[in-house]
């Protein structure tokens, strides 16, 4: 159970016009949420939206749920970070995902071998550049410092920039068991996706074992506040068939073995087939509204109050609120919260 649940919200991606977010940030702040977090696939990156947001605010942590390591260098990365953390005063959490082989091979054309491996070199080159102890290296077969071959004249470097803090908060955006246990070895948080509150004991317990005090499960949960409770699920569907059926290979998808995984194998299976069978309206139809449900917070805002209490007996220590732009809907949120 959750003793001080935080709430922050999750602008998502960057699209366009009308995708200026900083008005429903900014109500954040004032109300006192406790993060912005925004994200990337093969579009828009995170950064620069989340810079965006940085620059009109002053205390409210600013996150990437999640940056796709393929798409940096682990340096080029920690550049980013250390440099956006410096203008915001120390507010940045850098969330990362390996992302999966359909991204990583079609959109940045870099191979997807052992991520679980990749990661953990990825980890601890970003905490040498912010470290700042040594010049950086790395004899992993991933990411070698410096790079073996080429003109030959690489050298380890430490960064020009000292870094205002030496430890910049690492989450891991993670959906099967052995990435959430690194998750919870290498990092400092766990992003679960379309994930049941009352689930992941049973599904995660072990997974989750390990993790030391202070480690922060924040949750992306997508919140529609209305009366209209068949309306909101609807829309909740959508980007779980986005998910099950277009953000991974037919064979291999790690969305699809989540989904799986919480007892919906076989809807799941269905929503994907709809999907890349182009029949993307009955995909959306095809996920289970339960499921929806489940991984949601929806309906009136007394229902939410109810169900609320599923997430607060988990362990998750922070709800990342998508979906909500109007500051009544998030300070009436912020007041269920508080309690």
């Known amino acids: 159970m959750t003793a001080e649940m935080k709430l922050g919200i999750h602008v998502g991606y960057w699209q366009r ?8 940030v900014l109500a954040a702040e004032r109300l006192g949420y406790d993060s912005v977090f925004t994200a990337e696939a093969y579009g828009s990156d ?9 620059a009109r605010t002053s205390t409210i942590r600013l996150g990437t749920s999640v940056v796709q390591m393929s798409a940096r260098t682990p340096v080029a990365t920690a550049m980013h970070a250390l440099t956006l953390d410096a203008l915001s005063g120390g507010r940045v959490i850098l969330g990362l995902g390996a992302s999966g082989p359909q991204v990583v091979e079609g959109w940045y054309g870099v191979p997807f071998p052992k991520p679980l491996a990749r990661t953990r070199e990825y980890v601890d080159i970003l905490r040498q550049v912010w470290r700042r102890e040594e010049p950086v290296t790395s004899e992993g077969p991933h990411y070698p410092l410096p790079y073996p071959g080429g003109t030959g004249l690489g050298k380890p470097l430490k960064s020009i920039v000292h870094p205002v803090r030496p430890e910049i908060p690492i989450y891991l955006g993670a959906e099967g068991p052995k990435n959430i246990a690194l998750a919870t070895e290498l ?29 922060e499960i924040a949750a992306t949960v997508t919140t529609i506040v209305t009366d209209d409770l068949a309306s909101a699920l609807e829309f909740a569907k959508i980007p779980l068939a986005f998910y099950i059926g277009g953000m991974g290979a037919r064979d291999r998808n790690f969305h699809l073995d989540l989904i799986g995984r919480l007892g919906y194998a076989e809807q799941a299976a269905r929503v994907q087939e709809l999907f890349l069978d182009g029949r993307r309206a009955e995909a959306v139809k095809a996920v289970p509204d339960e499921l929806a449900d489940s991984i949601s917070l929806l309906g009136p805002i ?4 109810e169900r609320l209490a599923l997430w607060r007996d988990s362990p998750i220590t922070t709800l990342l609120i998508a979906g909500v732009h109007d500051e009544p809907t998030l300070r009436a949120l912020k007041e269920l919260v508080d309690g």
């Open 17 to 24: 016009d009308p995708e200026d977010r900083t008005e429903t």
């Open 46 to 54: 995170a950064f620069t939206p989340l810079t965006w947001y940085a």
């Open 187 to 215: 990092a400092q948080g766990w992003l679960p996706l379309f994930i049941d509150p009352t689930r992941i004991e049973p599904l995660f317990g072990e997974a989750l074992a390990g993790r030391p005090d202070g480690f």
């Open 302 to 305: 007394g229902r939410i109050k």
